[in-house]
């Protein structure tokens, strides 16, 4: 299937997270759009093949979001800015999301299997089928 939400990150987000009434709209499949050092309008404008420019951006997207709002500095590093944008989201998505994402499998103590297959108690034993105490 094809991303039914996409959403563009920009320091020039037409949200913030922090806006009250910020909320993600029901989806199913979720893609979240990181741009490079000079964001993703210049990744646009620096691609040939596109003909849309840079500061028109915001089209491509259904919401165009600023996760870190009075950020501080002047970039934010992709691998800083991928961290922060899913922690901000995460409850938006817990809550908009498909049920699979509501709903994480709980595995049970019964159900894990660290053994490689053999029988504890065998270790135990000499390789004669004798124990210690014979």
């Known amino acids: 299937g094809s991303y039914d939400l996409k959403v563009g ?18 989806f199913k499949h ?5 741009g490079g050092v000079a964001g993703i ?12 420019s840079g500061k028109d951006a915001r089209k491509l997207f259904d919401l165009w979001v600023n996760t870190c709002p009075y950020q501080g500095s ?12 899913l ?3 995460r409850p938006h998505i817990i809550s908009s999301g498909d049920s699979a994402a509501k709903a994480p499998k709980v ?8 053994s490689d297959g053999d029988d504890l108690s ?10 210690d105490s014979d």
């Open 122 to 131: 065998e270790e135990s034993s000499d390789e004669d089928g004798s124990s």
């Open 107 to 114: 595995i049970k103590d019964e159900d894990l299997n660290f």
């Open 41 to 52: 309008e210049e990744c646009i404008d620096a691609d040939e093949s596109m003909t849309l």
């Open 74 to 85: 002047r970039t934010i590093r992709t691998e800083e800015a991928v961290l922060l944008t």
């Open 9 to 26: 990150t920009s320091e020039r987000g037409d949200v913030t997270v922090d806006d009250k009434k910020f909320g993600l709209p029901q």
């Open 30 to 34: 979720l893609l979240v759009v990181f």
């Open 87 to 89: 922690a901000r989201f």
